[in-house]
């Protein structure tokens, strides 16, 4: 069963250093990992994915995450966090084989708190 | 949230009564989602559709319904069976393919006392 993992509930960093949010996956196949943001009564927004390839993937805003396909991880950075980063934000994984078809599954969701 | 319109952003009912949400989506995708946000526990499936007169159920689908007539709608009537149907709903929509990211609407926040 696919399943994702944030493993921190929320996250605080000063403003001009650098953040990360966890997140660790399952699935039976090969993932497709995404990241989100939501920002207070607002819909998601896609950040970036991971698909193949390089384990470096570059999105919106700054932000990159890494693949890891031996810790099964894919945690979300920034070099240099911005006080208009504080948001929530959401790790989903969907199975690249045929189990689970087209459904993603999300992480509980992480609060990123950046202060200034 | 562009492309993608839920309406309305907040609405309060009864108990006991039907609701509809509406979800329209200008982007030309294929497949519309519809998820239940609670506190602390992200983002749950209630039902998807991959292509216009067909959907299937998610995790939490009972006491749901959807219809899916057109390309760009996917309505969602919240029943009366729903034992605990106050939450933030999400509509999203994709490509088809696995790859592809979601789009999602603003959201409706339901209030039922």
């Known amino acids: 069963a696919q399943s994702v993992a944030q493993p921190e509930d929320q996250v605080n960093v000063a403003e001009g250093n650098p953040l990360t949010v966890k997140c660790t996956y399952s699935?039976?196949?090969?993932?497709?990992l995404f990241w989100y943001v939501q920002y207070p009564n607002r819909g998601l927004q896609f950040l970036l994915k991971y698909i193949t390839g390089d384990n470096l993937v570059k999105g919106s805003y700054g932000f990159e995450a890494e693949f890891n396909k031996s810790q099964t991880s894919f945690h979300l950075k920034k070099p240099s966090a911005l006080v208009s980063d504080s948001a929530l934000y959401f790790c989903?994984?969907?199975?690249?084989?045929?189990?689970?078809?087209?459904?993603?599954?999300f992480g509980a969701g992480t609060r990123l708190f950046v202060k200034a | 949230d562009g492309g993608i319109t839920q309406s309305p952003k907040y609405l309060f009912r009864k108990e006991g009564q039907n609701v509809t949400l509406s979800c329209e989506q200008n982007?030309?995708?294929?497949?519309m989602y519809w998820y239940r946000q609670d506190p602390g526990q992200g983002l749950r499936l209630i039902y998807y559709?991959?292509?216009?007169?067909?959907?299937q159920k998610g995790d939490i689908a009972e006491g749901y319904s959807v219809s899916r007539e057109k390309k760009e709608s996917f309505p969602l009537t919240v029943t009366s069976a729903q034992k605990n149907p106050t939450a933030f709903y999400l509509c999203?929509?994709?490509?088809?393919?696995?790859?592809?990211?979601?789009?999602f609407g603003p959201g409706t926040r339901l209030t039922v006392t």
């Open positions: 989903a994984v969907r199975d690249s084989g045929n189990t689970g078809g087209f459904k993603t599954i």
């Open positions: 699935v039976s196949g090969n993932p497709y």
């Open positions: 999203a929509s994709s490509g088809t393919g696995r790859v592809n990211e979601q789009y």
């Open positions: 982007l030309n995708h294929d497949a």
């Open positions: 559709s991959q292509i216009v007169n067909d959907f």
